[in-house]
């Protein structure tokens, strides 16, 4: 006679248990514990049932509660990261330019000369002072202009160049272009003036600035290499020198 360690159960020979337990695939000891279960529920007293069903809703609450505010924490945690690295970068911003306003001190008189890079945004280049902008551009950008090509980078940046000259936003000295954000002198490395130049002839109507500011918000990796492109010859000798304000 063999025992069936899972349910209990007495067979004749191995065989039988071996049947036994292919039939059953290992159930037959969760279907015992369940019976138990059965067994020592019918003797409960109700009052203990409720309590019991009660105590394991209040500790599944509990433990959402826990688990929401982990998520929350880790939230946290993350956000004083990125805090702590905008910060960081900022500081380091800081370093940069007291480093360059000490090699050059005339950086410090464009804080006083140069408007704010956003100041840009709410011009408008109809209004009778930049007359002489539209002028480059309405007479010398070529047919079905785009600033992918040369030709038309070198009109666009002509017409930058008369803005900057009409109202002064950016400078550059020693390749490095400089521009105030609010009253904040920076370092340009992300062609932010690049972009915002376009951007204020694509607001006029111009299609190759709408065209090329649509091109630059491209998310797609296979056009990184042609927006580069295009950022080059959107500020190719763009710019004044610092000498010249």
């Given at each position: 006679?063999?025992?069936?360690?899972?349910?209990?159960?007495?067979?004749?020979?191995?065989?039988?248990?071996?049947?036994?337990?292919?039939?059953?695939?290992?159930?037959?000891?969760?279907?015992?514990?369940?019976?138990?279960?059965?067994?020592?529920?019918?003797?409960?007293?109700?009052?203990?049932?409720?309590?019991?069903?009660?105590?394991s809703l209040e500790t599944n609450a509990l433990l959402k509660e826990i688990s929401k505010q982990n998520r929350e924490l880790k939230r946290d945690m993350e956000e004083m990261r990125k805090q702590n690295v905008d910060i960081q970068q900022q500081n380091d911003e800081i370093k940069d330019m007291m480093k360059e306003m000490c090699k050059?001190?005339?950086l410090v008189i464009l804080c006083n000369t140069?408007?704010?890079?956003?100041?840009?945004?709410?011009?408008?280049?109809?209004?009778?002072?930049?007359?002489?902008?539209?002028?480059?551009?309405?007479?010398?950008?070529?047919?079905y202009a785009n600033l992918a090509n040369k030709p038309t980078g070198i009109v666009h940046c002509k017409a930058v160049r008369q803005l900057?000259?009409?109202?002064?936003?950016?400078?550059?000295?020693s390749g490095t272009i400089f521009f105030k954000k609010d009253d904040v002198l920076l370092k340009d490395c992300n062609h932010e003036t690049t972009k915002a130049f376009i951007e204020v002839m694509a607001k006029t109507g111009y299609s190759y600035a709408q065209k090329a500011n649509t091109d630059l918000k491209s998310i797609r990796e296979s056009d990184d290499l042609f927006k580069q492109e295009l950022l080059n010859n959107a500020c190719k000798e763009a710019l004044l020198n610092v000498d010249s304000l």
């Open positions: 006679m063999v025992t069936c360690i899972e349910c209990g159960r007495v067979f004749k020979n191995a065989q039988n248990l071996y049947n036994h337990k292919s039939r059953l695939k290992g159930s037959c000891g969760i279907k015992k514990k369940s019976n138990e279960a059965k067994q020592r529920l019918s003797t409960m007293d109700p009052v203990q049932v409720v309590e019991s069903v009660n105590s050059n001190p005339q140069l408007h704010p890079l956003q100041s840009l945004q709410e011009i408008d280049l109809r209004e009778p002072r930049f007359k002489p902008v539209l002028e480059i551009l309405d007479k010398e950008l070529p047919a900057n000259c009409i109202q002064p936003t950016a400078v550059e000295n």
